[in-house]
């Protein structure tokens, strides 16, 4: 990557995560090990309630909270578990005795949502599109929404199927969202929603840390008596327990490289510019063939097809010998798939297009 | 710390946890970033489902049942949330409707184990030491135990209170321990016990990765119909979801550095000279007051009074000031408390005892 003076070390990853990471957060990083500052230790041989922590805590939810242009009504926390551990005990907290969920099923990460809701109460499945193999986003003028649902809960992106809501739906009722793929990527309407939740391996950071943004008023509306991990109530306003403090410094970086790279409409344009790329190369040909339908295209997982399954592995193993990383397709559905989130650059995408258009020729 | 060449950076560092990590670890962690070896980007930003993480994640597993002596019966698992998160964990696998867990009080973690427990069935404490504020282990010739009970928790060491137990308990029913504290400080009868719980932040790792070790024998008589994620059937056998890469990948550097350092009898060793040096400086002089009774002293958290708190306030900041860190006892119990977790070396603990002398020569 030519950002960095790493850029003969460091290879284009198009890895869907644990994804890539800018490079300059992955150069602090290194200088601020084995020590510190002047802290005397590095940052994960300290007490998560030392002043140092503590800092690095507020920095990140209060950067977070600024990006989202999130008021003060909203609590940030950064859980573990990751978004599977979400899918139960978003239910578990909401999802009351005697009423019931929305869910759209876009997908695998739905279809999990989905299954561990239906432990904790009635679910009312208003869209899927399974009926295509999930490679479209269901029109929201079909739903058949409750309204007196507890909540809607969607997936804003789908890693495996390459498929991404092109805008926040509306709906009479708190929208609760997966955005592990694509959080960060762009601005959210955050006034419809009453908790948003990302495992931070896409776009803000390392694997192992899991950020939950709640509204006041929604978590206002959760169940008694949970087990006391399971509770959002134990989480807000205070560290109940240790936190994966090396995972939440490093995201505190990426949120300091988001910010100096145009905050979230710096990542449109970056993010658009990538996509429109390697979207326009796919389409510029009969050799490659999108999955995901035009109006549900994904800007962070681009999923494509070649003529053949042999290929296609042809494709994936010319690329890493080029140092193209991680192309291949989710196992379920083969395929290719370059995974664009924010820290990967344009760089990285152009030379994935020269290798594309040189392997057609040579193969086509 | 003078067993490398960054003495001068490193200081004396006494946290609780998150606590000291070995020095040349974390100077391992500098060097494989932002680029572990050939792979073309860090090991943050690699699938957990590749060929690099998974050795990682087998080596990390392997070394750590060779260490303990286990068979092949044995899982090893990395998950999150802490020990808190496996105070509830275990009693939602394996209290059984109508049946009841024996539980043995020793402080603040046992007393949270114990109430997690509670939601999920019957309990019954057969053993307490809060009538001497947690400050002694009770004998287990007076535990009132159930014949009947599913398994027998308790907690290994008691980072609060400075006490630990001398040696693993026996009882009729599996064992289940919090052995966060002391994890890998020494050898552990695994025979006897059913599954053992760590969260890594004190002996073997970053904050942010759960160790769980659990015999199959036990594992088969868990309820069924769990929550996905909570039910560790889940996690044996395979990586469910994304595990916290980075931790255990820094765990497994741990690993290492134990093994070379003489495996779990090294450990012993090295920490049983740390204990001798700092528990013989205190009962050297009436200035400084052992908390824990005699036979309960822990290795891991060594906690005393000075003749005042004034006293006290002063020795840790005057500790700090010579590059002593984190010695200020736990906010519910005050006084001191060095943290003599495996990483922390006896010079630490010698320039500790140097001291303590001296500030007694100038308070006493």
Redesign the interface.
Known sequence: MSETN?AL?????F???????P?EV??E??DE???YGDL???V?????R?PTYTAINESAKERMKALLGMGDDWHVMFL??????Q??QVP?NFLHAGGSADYVNTGSWST?AI??AK?CGSVNVVATSEDANFNYIPEQSAWRTDPNAAYLHFTSNNTIFGTQFAEDPTADVPLVCDVSSDFLSRPISVDRYGLLYA?A?KNIG????TAVMIREDFLQTRNIDL????DYGTHVNKL????????VY?VEKVLRWIEKNGGLEGMVARNGEKAATLYGAIDATDFYTGTAQGGSRSKMNVTFRLPSEDLEARFIEKAKGE?L??LKGHRSTGGIRASTYNACTLESVEALVDFMRRFEAQNG
């Open positions: 790493v070390e460091r290879l284009h990853n890895s869907a995560g644990p994804g890539a990471l490079a992955m150069e990083a290194r090990l084995p020590v005397g230790s590095s994960m041989e300290i007490s998560h030392s573990q578990g990751g978004a599977s551990m899918f139960y578990l999990k299954k561990e432990r495992g391996q390392p694997a192992g840390v087990p006391t991990m399971l109940f327990n240790t936190p994966p403090v090396f995972a490093i140092g990383l991680a």
